[in-house]
């Protein structure tokens, strides 16, 4: 089984709806992180959280929200899908901060209209 | 906030050869260097990773080479394979060693 899961791995919705991608991990990390990945501007980090009581913004939080609901778990939200927020979104978890191996899940894949 | 700039944005080299390619960072306090590949449909894996101990490091046919003065970092792969056909990035640390920044990504293609 993989360590670091998300659901769903592909989804389509419609401008103005709201989005929420899971992410699950079985490697007990503390540290868990949401990024996105776009064509020629790889992958950029939207929040991260440090433990249930610690999140973070990352670069580009505007128009994202999300929920660590335990150690395990860690939930991104788009209040309000845009087109301009159609892109792969992965989940990541790590042992200690940046001067770490970050371990990724599959990714999904998510397409505004 | 740490930038991270890499070249190539794609790179074809043939069977055989050898794949380059570089990044360059703004400032650290401490060195740490990862670099991380990507087959499509897959997440991000780490590939190799440098410490500020050594100025170079090989695990198989990847080298990551450091130079620290230039605040430069490559990545070599010899004998390069179809199969060495990814997407590789790298990162460095940012933000108070609290989280890596990403470079833009290479896309490699490995042709036979």
Known sequence: ?113 | QQQVKQSPQSLIVQKGGISIINCAYENTAFDYFPWYQQFPGKGPALLIAIRPDVSEKKEGRFTISFNKSAKQFSLHIMDSQPGDSATYFCAAPSGGYQKVTFGTGTKLQVIP
């Open chain 1, 1 to 113: 089984d993989a360590d670091v899961t998300q659901t769903p791995r592909n989804r389509i919705t419609k401008t103005g709806k709201r989005i929420m991608l899971e992410c699950s991990q079985t490697k007990g990390h503390d540290r868990m992180y949401w990024y996105r990945q776009d064509p020629g501007l790889g992958l950029r980090l939207i929040y991260y959280s440090f433990d249930v009581k610690d999140i973070n913004k990352g670069e580009i939080s505007d128009g994202y929200s999300v929920s660590r609901q335990a150690q395990a778990k860690f939930s991104l939200s788009l209040e309000s899908a845009i087109p301009n927020q159609t892109a792969l979104y992965f989940c990541a978890t790590s042992v200690r901060e940046g001067q770490d191996t970050q371990y990724f899940g599959p990714g999904t894949r998510l397409t505004v209209l």
